[in-house]
């Protein structure tokens, strides 16, 4: 349990450092930058990405359920894929409505909200989801503007 628990934890950062230097960075853009156009659609190409975290994720946990020595994989790809089901509830059912079963507004997670829209706002920071560091300057920056990116 304690495995999982930090590997839960350690997909923060590791998310962010994904999300920032390859999904962002020069060839991963090619399918980030549909997430980023308004009006992609239902599917964008950068989906490929999570479906991609999901395929290594579960091999994962095959080889720590199917090879004794590894056994440790098997909650570390529980964790992770803990983690996965969390980000994809925030960003893609409360942030991006891609499944609008929430109210528009859930207090408890409007900061996420409010971090994923300066991140769409200016393409950069913060790269995080569910724990979203934010530079101070970009916070107050946002705070002048309405504009809203992730209404689609």
Known sequence: MLVGLV???VMEPVTALLHRYLFHGRVGY???RSHHVAGSG?????DLYPVTLAAVTV???????SVG???????VGAGVTAYGAAYAFVHD???HRRLPILPAKVRLLEPLREGH??????????????LPVVPAALRRRAERT???PLTR
């Open 7 to 9: 590997a839960f934890v």
């Open 30 to 32: 090619t399918l980030h």
């Open 42 to 46: 239902r599917w964008e190409a950068n």
């Open 59 to 65: 091999t994962v946990i095959w080889l720590g359920v």
């Open 69 to 75: 020595s590894l056994g440790v994989l098997a909650p």
């Open 93 to 95: 059912v409360y942030i």
């Open 117 to 130: 829209r300066i991140h769409h706002l200016y393409s950069g920071a913060p790269y995080g989801m569910l």
């Open 146 to 148: 309405e504009l809203d």
